[in-house]
């Protein structure tokens, strides 16, 4: 079973969403400072004080025939969410088959010298396999006295200027198995060439050589192979079911790891039209280009085959949730209204998911982020731990060793935006200071709300390795900094504004936080603002004037 997760601050909105049938017309109540807290009776929050308003749920059907129930949340409250959302949208895409092979020799460009009258090798110059050659090299020269006497032949219609009879003798020549360039020397010299050169025909290696100076050959015999490489084969296997989704237009990538390439348009030259019944799989053939010669016969390759592509009503994979019923998107029906709708979903491609039934193009479903918790079983839970929580992130009480850990997840952002303005990567073993320091906090903090700040970073710093591009550092800064600031301009923004410390919000929506001074934006483009960091009784003053 697939694993759909949706962001911390999300689950108050999903749990109400999926949940809203069991809870027919009752009125819930909630903080617009602190969404998550959500109560059955009207009040105030115990978080800060503020009057509870609200959450109003209608009953109505939408246009796709959904009988879902909407949730009208204030603007202040999808903003305080962190709520995002794009369009179901149509994509090209198609069927992914993902398979493996082997790099093997191009039988097209391989050339046999064999002979065709008997005679002794002379001289070789061609004395080892693996011996490069081009086209128009002297491989070997053959005494043949067949030869020989066919030569006399040829040079006596020539000085005869017989046409007829210098045609019949050439053609003698040409069937005994001498080269066009051999026998072209014969009419330039007017004489007999004792040893007759054999040219290579085409440019390549020598694979196999089965003569030696002094060896006696027979007509029909061998005497060596050439194979070029400017072209080879993939032989690959695809399993039975598959092969009948494959045909000769479809788009294959192939991947060699060992050299490091990736090759985007591959032409398929041969699918097998049988199943080994052994291992119940069918052969495909490739047809890949090497004009430098360093895809070798024998090298693995790693192959991704596209097919049936075709527009697809599409939406981001990572805003599918699941629970026992199936699977479910939320769709912003209208401004400030939301709703859980049920969708059945076909194939997936790079990060985008097919679906078959329950949208129309154009409507707006609310995505989440990279990294996330678990489906309704955590929901559930979180929702609950959530209800239960009574002390606000400014009223915790952290011992200055907990502080110093806490600090170090915060360094491990400003880190990451020095690096990014530097352009420069990142390096993982420094980050992953930022995760350790996580671990081991959230054991002293767990059941308290700063749990889930602390958890939700130690995810995302838990394995940066394979994070090579700058583009997925800046999401991860982004994402990093979303989840702590509720820590740092809520819970303790005297004590780092007190350290000089500044946070800044790009026009998309994006925070960073750096020393005081002028902003250095890490995400490349974009107009951005500082975000004010208020004391605790900057904020309580605010709240009262309210």
């Known amino acids: 079973m697939k694993r759909f997760y949706v962001p911390i601050l999300l689950i108050p909105l999903i749990v109400i969403l999926l949940f809203a049938p069991l809870q027919a017309e009752e009125t819930r109540y909630t903080c617009p400072m602190h969404p998550h807290y959500i109560s059955e009776i009207m009040g105030t929050c115990p978080i800060c004080g503020m009057n509870l308003v609200p959450i109003q749920v209608e009953s109505r059907s939408d246009e796709t025939g959904g009988a879902g129930k909407v949730l009208q949340l204030s603007s202040q409250l999808v903003q305080t969410t ?45 004395d080892a396999p693996g011996d490069k050659v081009e086209a128009g090299d002297v491989l070997f020269r053959l005494y043949s006295p067949e030869l020989i006497s066919a030569q ?5 219609a020539l000085s005869q200027k017989n046409r007829e009879r210098i045609n019949i003798t050439r053609n003698r020549l040409s069937s005994l198995g001498v080269q066009d360039s051999a026998i072209e020397l014969v009419a330039q010299k007017g004489t007999i060439i004792r040893a007759v050169p054999f040219f290579a025909s085409q440019g390549g290696r020598v694979e196999v050589l089965k003569i030696r100076k002094g060896s006696y050959l027979r007509p029909g015999d061998i005497a060596l192979r050439i194979q070029s490489y400017n072209t080879v084969w993939v032989d690959v296997s695809l399993a039975e079911q598959d092969i009948s989704f494959v045909n000769i237009s479809s788009q294959v990538k192939v991947v060699l790891p060992s050299l490091g390439l990736q090759l985007d348009k591959v032409a398929i030259d041969y699918i097998s039209p049988t199943v080994d019944p052994k291992t119940r799989t069918a052969k495909l053939r490739l047809l ?29 994979y990572e805003s599918v949730l699941q629970n026992k019923q199936g699977s479910y998107v939320i769709v912003e029906v209208e401004k400030g209204g939301f709703q859980a709708r049920q969708v059945v979903l076909g194939l997936e491609s790079k990060g985008r998911v097919e679906v078959r039934t329950g949208l129309k193009e154009g409507e707006t479903i609310v995505t989440s982020g990279q990294f996330l918790i678990d489906s309704e079983s955590s929901l559930r839970e979180s929702f609950s731990k959530m209800e239960k929580m009574a002390a606000s992130l400014a009223q915790m009480e952290l011992s200055p060793e907990q502080m110093v850990l806490l600090n170090h997840i915060v360094e491990t952002g400003i880190y990451i935006h020095g690096k990014l303005v530097a352009k420069e990567l990142p390096v993982a073993d420094v980050v992953g200071v930022g995760a350790q320091a996580a671990a081991k906090l959230l054991a002293e903090v767990e059941g308290t709300r700063l749990s889930y700040i602390i958890k939700d970073t130690q995810n995302i710093l838990a394995d940066t390795e394979g994070i090579i591009t700058m583009s997925d550092w800046r999401e991860l800064l982004a994402t990093l900094m979303e989840t702590l600031r509720p820590w740092i301009v809520e819970g303790r923004p005297g004590y780092y504004s007190d350290l000089g410390l500044t946070i800044f919000l790009t026009d998309s929506g994006r925070l960073w936080l750096q020393f005081a001074g002028e902003g250095e934006n890490p995400y490349a483009v974009g107009a951005f603002t500082e975000v004010a960091l208020a004391t605790p009784e900057q904020k309580l003053e605010v709240q009262d004037g309210q």
């Open 82 to 126: 962190g709520v995002r959302s794009e369009k179901a949208e149509i994509a090209y895409f198609g069927r992914v088959i993902r398979s493996f092979g082997e790099v093997v020799a191009n039988r097209r460009l391989q050339t046999d010298i064999s002979l065709r009258t008997e005679g002794w090798v002379e001289e070789l110059i061609v």
């Open 152 to 156: 006399q032949n040829y040079i006596s």
């Open 288 to 316: 890949i280009e090497n004009p430098k010669g360093n895809i070798r016969p024998g090298a693995y390759a790693d192959v991704e085959i596209s097919t049936d592509i075709r527009p697809r009503l599409s939406i981001a």
